[in-house]
């Protein structure tokens, strides 16, 4: 059985992700002249890999490589100079079977079409991506909108961990589905529609946002936060101490981030220069600074008015939250900017490396979504996730709070099984409340979803306590807040 061959141009970042992605069993060539580009290849692929050393460019070095009898041939060069001039020998003098390369600007690109190549555009580049488009999986539309990727076709994996889901559970934030594709059908998304493996699915939203969309539609991908966003927005009341700023660099070298903007209150301002050097200290990629000369409640609201949707986690440090004007509104405060910010919420404590994670499973909390989150932050963390269940009292509880239970207990097992991973299960007596505070002591991180805190007057309060919010009040570690679930269709 003939094996595949394919032809990459250029070891750079994404030649190098294809060489780790891409199955053993296809033949690699790659052509590169920068001196180090063949131990780098057979450092990621071993033996299973051929480099020509050579100009690209050059039609006899082309021939040496053999793309004539190419499956695919991939120009993952960032030149678009040397795109071009590849391309167009290929067409004059071979004949691939398929030709994929990055594209760059947009003359660049429709010459490139013209050539027959399919582009990949830079905005959205990604190994995964190009090897989702070898699979068939992904098709960006070039000549609608921008064309910057901001439309894509993707098709479902069965193994992604929104198959099988309803689009409302999805809670799509900043993209959106605009058609589905089943079986020669088409298929008009309602909140309540499950998306099935295979589906051929329209997505629509930010280019950034959407290549990681693509990518946890086409395989099971787990990379929090980036269906948000990879901008955390980190908040300065005044009172920071090395602890926030760690955390914050901590949160870095965990998540895929790329950029953080650091918003001074007026009272912050006047640390400015020592904070400046705790800042410079860290190893944060892109670092933005913005001094505001309000309140910290007024430098939030005015930052997320300017900015509502650009941020993939907003940090708030705890000291800003438990005293002053907000310690009588913080719930109302962390609600509202949850929901404005559509994204999560961390409010800083200090409590990191975060190598346990509690998520509360309350009888009243549907807690799939949150332990499906907090088992994706473990899954690169090597970090243990509990589900802290309080058993219902035999003497005060009705049938149906035992019902509940169990139905939390098993929604809990079925995402364990889904995941392959244990999700651990400590059955808390008593008083929920101090049963989850009392256990959050040998944890680092507490996980909640807001849309499960109850909204309601002072005086329904008193009957019937909020025991999330509670939790969320009263927690002596690091505390993620997921947004609601929002329907955006």
Known sequence: MKRNKFVI?????????????????????????????????KKIRGDNVRVVR??????????????????????STTKEKISLEVAALLKDHFSPKRVISVGITNSGIQRLEELGVE??????????????????????????????NEILEVEVHPNS?????????????????????RDGNIIVPRSGTVL???????ILGEPGVLKTVSEILTFNFERFPLEYGSTVLAFLEGKEDERYFEELEYLF????LHKIVFVYSGRAAVRSGEFARMINRGRFRTIEERTLDISFAGAV????????????????????LSAGPLR????KFLNDLSVRCACPIMVMQGTHPYERIAVPALQDADVRRTIETALEIASSLNTSVSALLTRPSNYISSPGDLKTFDAVRKAISQTSLMYRTNVETPILQGNPVTAVLEALSTYNLLMVDTGTWKKRGWGLSLLDPDIMWHIVKRSPVSTLLTPPLEESL
């Open 253 to 256: 070298s965990i998540f895929p």
């Open 119 to 148: 582009v990949q555009n830079i905005f959205t580049i990604t190994a995964a991506g190009i090897r989702n488009v070898l699979e068939h999986k992904t098709k960006a539309a070039h000549s609608i909108g921008l064309s910057k």
């Open 161 to 181: 961990r929104l198959a099988n889901k309803p689009i409302g559970a999805v809670a799509p934030l900043q993209w959106n589905i605009g058609i589905i594709y």
């Open 301 to 320: 609201d005015q930052m997320i008015k300017e900015t509502v949707g650009e941020y993939g986690l907003v940090a708030v440090p705890r000291s800003a």
């Open 54 to 75: 050579g100009d690209a460019t050059s039609r006899l070095v082309l021939e040496e490589a053999g793309v004539d009898d190419a499956d695919c041939v991939i120009i």
């Open 328 to 331: 009588t509104a913080e719930k």
């Open 9 to 41: 141009v250029g070891v750079g970042n994404v030649g190098a992700g294809l060489l780790e992605m891409l199955p053993k069993e296809i033949d690699i060539l790659c052509i590169d002249n920068a001196p180090g580009a063949e131990e780098k290849a």
């Open 196 to 202: 099935k493996p295979k589906d051929k699915v329209v």
